[in-house]
């Protein structure tokens, strides 16, 4: 073998091996990371798995979201994968002198070489963009960093070092097949007038070739330090994402014998899946642009959050490779602050604008776990919320024994009348603590009473022995006393035999339907808008009076984002004679959570500025005189925003049902 | 130190009241139990001065029917180290529950001091703690806002009307009922909850501690809901006339002018 | 004759209006009405006491009983037990008598209603009806063990009597044998307002959030100025925002007050302020919303601005009430 072609062989050696021992690194920390994984198991439905590889790594699907960025990414993206067949033709040819891949055949290979300087011009633009984008435009999302600036100079480096080997070769050994290369075949013709002779130029051409390896081989090492692991991570992530969007908590196993501590402490309690999550992350900055508690400057970034994990990880890089749990230290501290962890309101925007399905939120609620059962560690506000709910059943302050006094003059069943007299009913109304004994949510149950008895449908009530399903203790990290309260529900539930369930309140909806099954019972869980919708569409009821009005819409998030319901509400809107919707921009998977999610509902706000009256403002923009929406929650932070803005005599929240009681006899 | 605290389970704050059969108590069918409120504040004071004091105890006491363990277990969790519990039936008075306490109290030792709620939010009579004190010959103050340890001594502020504050120095041991606002009182952390469950709680029955029936000294009989109030009227008219016609209305029907 | 024996309160020279009260529940029920007093310099105390128609006085005047001590004045009120033999003993339910009534009832081996809003007083017997569960439910209390029968009474639950001017009670000196005490009080620090309490005021007038802040509080100060023996609160909402202090507030979680009569303006009326007042005799509510849950305990209510409706009401309340 020639010098050359050992030398070479010896670096490459060297740097694969360089770069096998630090991705080794990596993939043991991701070992050491031994915490359950978050809606389960990842390896399953192999045929899917491939299925959304394709269509969001190789057609960049979630990556187009974002449209100029996206057809950047997606320049460089595919440029780099067909500028590698070169750089592995050229690798062969520095080990194997006079390689070529030109046995294809000859227009085959001119393709390909056309195909080639394509795609190199292609990286150049979509690099020349990034550059403008990061230093010229500067969206905040995507912050300062110096890593993005070395590895668009890197990738930037390559595709010139590309041009000027091709070029300088073009001029040292003319060849009528160079021709499809006409870019290169022009910059050839400025070193022809520049008076560079072909021996000049085979060596430049050399030169630049051993340049653009060298480059190859840094790059490569440079990655596992790098943001720009992504390449090799980010097609694993998406290939182990959740599949579905709809999701549940995980259940935490309190009675484990040999559990020394809950939820996430240390980053040792994460799983492989989080750590993965980690290393995908390409700080592209969709999720804190989209974090409506960063956009009201809390401390909470999903962006910084991910990568101060990562920081984490590294830091306690010894401990946790020795095995040392012990020695790892605590995940809260300087950076990740009570405030950051406190601050989420679970919307899940951050995971909908991910293009690497990062999911952030499992962390989050993983690490506040931890804070509640092991350190009693949380707002004040809380302590009141988890007594009432242990003592009363609600996070208020109401007798259990009020929970059905809306239903006075009413005449709504409870299933224990309907299990008495032998009879049966289609759903069981959960009517949820809001609806029950909040004064503004009754009158949304009072609606829905309304439309199910016109529609004929038959229901009952849990009554007085309905619970708070314990979602605000859930999220607010108190599992223990959420399981209590989930347990005895289903225990209910069960007694009864009940299958279907209808339900106002998206939390309860998200709870029941794709938390429950992970305590012994199968509920089929329909929302009430959803039902609604279909009353409407089978003709079951009929909106003939006119509500002459302009609405807009805000989606839940627990609907909306969590769920993937969209269109019902839009439907039952649509079908309400004179009634006039205008969206505004921020809506369906793009719209802001009203900030009562995450249990932020039951905690002050101290920082920054208010969640809801930001959304209020933005909703307000449709110039509507009613913004309609489907869940208590967001009803209240509405109004209240309406309050803040003094506009209560001109605009008005109302649920969907409200809207469509109106609108039928 | 020897640090005890007395607490008591009464029925959750928002419980709807049903009177029993009797007259004489409630309906306890369905009863969420709870610790009494200012009893959280002096159990959490006692834990404080605890981790103040290295080496020292806190001790639980509580007199009531078999029940009352549940809560005991609640103080346990938040960090209390002994419980003690005197098994009465469902229905004692003031005076019998503060001698069995300080029967119970006086089998445990010397305390250095004793922390109590002012009073329990069930029948809120407020005479244990004073009651308990003077038995054992204690000196103490109630409504506590605050309280500065020093050695052998503690000086305490006292709220009264109209926001005025008397501040006391008790010598130890001594009693100290609590107001809201003493402390906040700490929310029990899972593996203590855990630990609670698994600890012995020493039982007296109460006849052991020579308190009987004879002790009585008060019996609630007749207990009934307040009565209904006859639905209120709204006024008519704009401001002026709704201001003329409700000071006639309180000097002329409601007579309380 | 049967004989009551009452602890007198008194603050900076004037006698507490809840004494009268006693005092007048004991003559009606045609008992003889000893008063027990102590403190420093009592000639004023003592001659009002007699004009509210104490018969005799038990005064314990000194340096030594300048400031109220439950030890000291625990057992000179024993001592005065000793030396009357009453049937009954009423002691008033504030915060001084609240504090010492049941060290009395442990020193004398005998049963305390606490708090009570109804007594009767029949022969040497006591009868007694007091709050229980927050108010929720009330019971009577019946006295299973020896005399005397104590009584703590919530001011404002008993009528006062009219007063007789020039009347005096027979004054008795008691030697100020307090024996050796433990405790020392260091200080009495006076709050910020010398005004009455809210849970010793007949009428009380209430403002919540709507009030917007601390300076509109003067205009229930003016409305409390016209209304004899009144004293403002403040919802938990007010507190919170900072328009008043927590010595003002009304509700589950500050003072449970019941006042004859009870203004609640711009208070929507959550159970949480419900559980503070729901005793008040008469409740009169003015807010903004019909449907404010306020209204349906009010026996009054006025739906309206309470900035247009309350200098209005004040109006009205001076020119009927002189």
């Known amino acids: 073998m020639a010098i050359s072609s050992l030398v070479f062989l010896a670096v490459v050696l060297g740097a694969t091996g360089l770069f096998a021992y630090k991705a080794s690194i990596l993939f043991r920390l991701a070992k050491a990371t031994k915490g359950p994984v978050w809606s389960g198991n990842r390896m399953d439905r192999l045929a899917e798995r491939v299925e959304t590889f394709f269509t969001n790594v190789l057609f960049q699907k979630a990556v187009l979201k974002k449209k100029k960025a996206g057809l950047m990414h997606v320049a460089i993206f595919w440029g780099f994968m067909i500028i590698t067949i070169e750089t592995m033709e050229l690798f062969a040819y520095e080990l194997f002198p006079g390689f070529s891949l030109s046995f294809i055949g000859e227009s085959a290979y001119a393709t390909l070489r056309l195909i080639q300087e394509l795609f190199t011009l292609l990286v150049l633009s979509g690099v020349g963009y990034a550059f403008y984008r990061r230093l010229v435009l500067r969206p905040e999302g995507l912050g300062k960093s110096t890593d993005a600036i070395i590895i668009l100079s890197l990738t930037s480096g390559l595709m010139l070092a590309l041009l000027a080997m091709r070029s300088f070769h073009i001029l040292a050994e003319p060849n009528d097949n160079n021709a499809v290369m006409f870019a290169s075949m022009w910059i050839s013709g400025i070193w022809q007038s520049l008076g560079v002779t072909p021996e000049v130029a085979s060596t430049m051409a050399a030169g630049f070739r051993w340049f653009h390896h060298l480059l190859v081989l840094g790059f490569m090492v440079y990655i596992p330090s790098s943001k720009h692991l992504h390449v090799l991570t980010a097609a694993p992530n998406t290939f182990f994402r959740k599949l579905e969007t709809p999701k549940g908590m995980r259940k935490v196993n309190l009675e484990a014998e040999d559990a020394t501590s809950f939820g996430a402490g240390k980053i040792s309690d994460l799983s492989w899946k989080d750590t993965l999550d980690l290393y995908a992350c390409t700080e592209c900055g969709r999720c804190q642009d989209a974090c409506p508690a960063w956009n009201t400057q809390k401390p909470l970034s999903p962006k910084a959050l991910v990568h101060d994990l990562k920081d984490s990880l590294y830091e306690n890089k010894l401990a946790l490779l020795s095995g040392k749990t012990d020695e790892v230290k605590p995940i809260l501290g300087s950076k990740i602050t009570d405030d950051v962890i406190w601050a989420c309101t679970s919307c899940r925007a951050c995971e909908s604008a991910c293009p690497v399905f990062i999911e952030q939120t499992d962390k989050i609620y993983e690490i506040r776990r931890n804070m509640v059962l092991m350190e009693s560690r949380f707002p004040a506000e809380l302590q009141t919320v988890f007594k009432n709910i242990e003592n009363n059943f609600s996070p208020w302050a109401m007798s259990p024994d009020e929970r059905d006094k809306w239903t006075e003059g009413l005449e709504v069943r409870t299933m224990a009348q309907i299990a008495a007299s032998g009879e049966q009913v289609e759903y069981l109304f959960w009517v949820g603590c809001a609806g029950s004994f909040d004064d503004r949510s009754k009158k949304v149950s009072k609606a829905l009473v309304s439309i199910l008895k016109k529609s004929g449908i038959k229901f009952a009530i849990l009554g007085k022995e309905e619970k708070c399903t314990g979602d605000p203790a859930r999220r607010a990290g108190n599992e223990y006393l959420a399981q209590t309260l989930i347990q005895e529900n289903v225990n209910v539930l069960n007694n009864y035999g009940v299958k279907k369930v209808v339900t106002a309140c998206p939390h309860c909806f998200n709870a029941l339907k794709n938390e429950w099954k992970d305590f012994g019972i199968e509920l089929e869980v329909i929302h009430h808008t959803q039902l609604i919708a279909e009353l409407i569409r089978s003709g079951k009821i009929k909106p003939t009076k006119a509500v002459d009005e302009k609405v807009t819409y805000h989606d839940s998030c627990y609907i909306g984002r969590w769920n993937n319901e969209y269109n019902a509400p839009r439907t039952i809107l649509a079908s309400v004679p004179q009634l006039k919707v205008n969206e505004i921009e921020q809506n369906k998977s793009n719209g802001m959570c009203c900030g009562a999610g995450g249990s932020r509902m039951w905690m002050e706000e101290h920082i920054g500025t208010r969640i809801n009256v930001k959304r209020t403002e933005q909703l307000l923009e449709a110039k509507a005189g009613v913004v309609a929406a489907n869940c208590p929650f967001c009803i209240t932070m509405l109004t209240d925003g309406i309050k803040t803005k003094e506009l209560t005599d001109k605009v008005r929240v109302m649920d969907v049902a409200e809207i469509v009681d109106q609108a039928t006899v | 130190m020897n640090i005890f605290v007395c607490i008591k389970q009464v029925p959750a704050t928002e419980t709807k009241i049903k009177i029993n059969g009797s007259g004489t108590g409630i309906d306890t069918t369905g009863v969420k139990w709870i610790m009494s409120p200012y009893d959280e504040f002096a159990v959490e004071e006692a834990l404080r001065l605890k981790e103040k004091n290295a080496g020292s105890t806190v001790t639980v006491f509580s007199a009531g029917p078999s029940r009352i363990a549940e809560t005991l277990r609640t103080a346990l969790a938040m960090g209390c180290d002994n419980a003690v519990c005197v098994d009465t039936p469902e229905e004692i008075d003031s005076f019998q529950a503060a001698k069995c306490l300080a029967e119970a109290i006086r089998k445990e030792g010397k305390p250095d001091v004793i922390f109590t709620g002012k009073q329990a939010i069930d029948d809120d009579c407020a005479q244990v703690s004073q009651l308990l004190a003077t038995f054992l010959e204690l000196p103490y103050a109630t409504v506590v806002l605050n309280a500065e340890y020093g050695s052998g001594q503690i000086t305490v502020k006292r709220e009264t009307e109209g926001g005025t504050i008397e501040i006391i120095a008790l010598p130890t041991p001594c009693l100290i009922a609590a107001q809201k606002g003493l402390n906040e009182p700490r929310f029990a952390s899972l593996p203590n909850i855990m630990k609670a469950k698994k600890k012995e709680i020493k039982t007296h029955p109460m006849a052991s501690l020579g308190v009987t029936d004879a002790d009585r000294k008060i019996k609630l009989v007749n207990m009934q809901l307040p009565p209904a109030k006859a639905a209120g009227k709204k006024l008519a008219g704009d401001a002026a006339a709704q201001s003329k016609d409700l000071v006639k209305l309180l000097r002329e029907e409601a007579k309380v002018l | ?322």
């Open chain 3, 1 to 322: 004759m049967a004989t009551v024996l009452i602890y007198a309160e008194h603050k900076e020279g004037k006698v507490k209006k809840v004494t009268h009260e006693l005092i007048s529940e004991a003559n009606r029920a045609g008992a003889e009405s000893v008063v027990f007093v102590a403190g420093q310099g009592l000639d004023a105390v003592n001659k009002e006491l007699g004009e509210m128609g104490a018969k005799r006085v038990i005064a314990a005047q000194g340096d030594a009983v300048k400031f109220y001590s439950n030890e000291a004045y625990g057992k000179l009120f024993v001592d005065a037990v000793k030396s009357t033999n009453p049937s009954v003993i009423l002691i008033p339910a504030t915060a001084q008598g609240k504090d010492l009534a049941p060290r009395i009832a442990a020193l004398l081996g005998v049963g305390l209603a606490s708090d009570c809003t109804k007594i009767q007083i029949d022969g040497e017997k006591l009868k007694a009806t007091r709050p229980i569960y927050a108010g929720k439910a009330v019971a009577d209390v019946e006295f299973v063990g020896p005399k005397p029968y104590m009584a703590t009474v919530r001011p404002n639950a008993l009528s006062v009597g009219a007063a007789s001017p020039g009347a005096s009670a027979a004054v008795t000196a008691l030697s100020l044998d307090t024996g050796a005490l433990k405790s020392t009080v260091k200080d009495v620090v006076r709050g910020a307002t010398a005004k009455l309490d809210v849970t010793e005021a007949n009428i009380v007038v209430s403002g919540g959030r709507a009030m917007k802040n601390s300076e509109n509080f003067a205009i229930l100060e003016k409305l409390s100025e016209v209304l004899p023996n009144s004293a403002v609160g403040a919802s938990r909402a007010a507190v919170d925002a900072g328009y008043r202090p927590h010595s003002y507030q009304v509700g589950q979680t500050g003072k449970v007050v019941s006042p004859t009569l009870y203004i609640a303006c711009g208070i929507s009326g959550a159970i949480q302020h419900l559980a503070g007042m729901r005793t008040s005799k008469i409740i009169v509510a003015i807010n903004k919303d019909p449907e404010a849950p306020i209204f349906q305990v009010a026996d009054y209510g006025i739906v309206g601005d309470l900035f247009e409706v309350v200098p209005l009401l004040t109006e009205e309340f001076k020119k009927a009430l002189g």
